[in-house]
Nanobody
């Protein structure tokens, strides 16, 4: 199983970016998908998650500015980020909790995509 993230880059404060992540490989079903981020010198933290029941969860820092969405047909999750701030600068990682068969579940991570917010 692989998660491939894309969409990061350099953006000015107040700008927008859309991150994408697609899971591929031997996948039976996907439960939760989400985005996390890690800034230099800090721990990895949750940004947003999207459960297979359609429930979304956001970090306080993301509420009102970021929107997570999901396309189950494509095994994909997206993060629309608006009104970006320098404090949003980090490597963003996608995450999925999924089943590879009827008995085996696991957590998988993408490779990370850099988001830099700077003027």
């Amino acid at each position: 199983v692989q998660l491939q993230a894309s969409g990061g880059g350099l953006v000015q404060p107040g700008g927008s970016l859309r991150l994408s992540c697609a899971a591929s490989g031997r996948i039976l079903s996907i439960n939760d998908m989400g985005w996390y981020r890690q800034a230099p010198g800090k721990r990895r933290e949750l940004v947003a998650t999207f459960s297979n029941a359609g429930i979304t969860n956001y970090a306080d820092s993301a509420k009102g500015r970021f929107t997570i969405s999901r396309d189950n047909a494509k095994n994909a999750v997206y993060l629309q980020m608006n009104n970006l701030e320098p404090e949003d600068t980090a490597v963003y990682y996608c995450n999925a909790y999924l089943a590879t068969n009827w008995e085996t579940y696991g957590t998988y991570w993408g490779q990370g995509t850099q988001v830099t917010v700077s003027s």
